[in-house]
Nanobody, 121 residues
Framework: VQLQASGGGLAQPGGSLRVSCAAS?????MAWFRQVRGKERAFVAA????????RYTDSVRGRFTISRDRAELTVNLQMNSLKPEDTAVYYC??????????????????WGQGTLVTVSS
């Protein structure tokens, strides 16, 4: 599986951004993690490829939406009502088979390159 992330950039607090991840190969689950310098990579959202079931970390639930395009093998993360604390490098991740430990970065076999999201006025 190969992953290619795109999107991100700069937004003001309260604004919106979208990050996308194009994949190739067999996918069971895809997720977004984010990392701030000096901290561990943290789970943001995941989507089960087969039925589209989604999971979110509490801090983004209701603001972020993860979705997939099965035909294009793409996962999008729409980020609304952005806050300065959302600033991070965002990484997409995938594994061929779904795992109930979707929040654990060590469960993922494949990673895209990071894309920077900056929320600042």
């Amino acid at each position: 599986v190969q992953l290619q992330a795109s999107g991100g950039g700069l937004a003001q607090p309260g604004g919106s951004l979208r990050v996308s991840c194009a994949a190739s190969g067999r996918i069971g689950v895809m997720a977004w993690f984010r990392q701030v310098r000096g901290k561990e990579r943290a789970f943001v959202a995941a989507i089960r490829w087969g039925d589209g079931n989604t999971r979110y970390t509490d801090s983004v639930r209701g603001r972020f939406t993860i979705s997939r395009d099965r035909a294009e093998l793409t996962v999008n993360l729409q980020m609304n009502s952005l806050k300065p604390e959302d600033t991070a490098v965002y990484y997409c991740a995938a594994r061929p088979v779904y795992t109930v430990q979707y929040w654990d970065s060590e469960q993922y076999d494949f990673w895209g390159q990071g894309t920077l999201v900056t929320v600042s006025s």
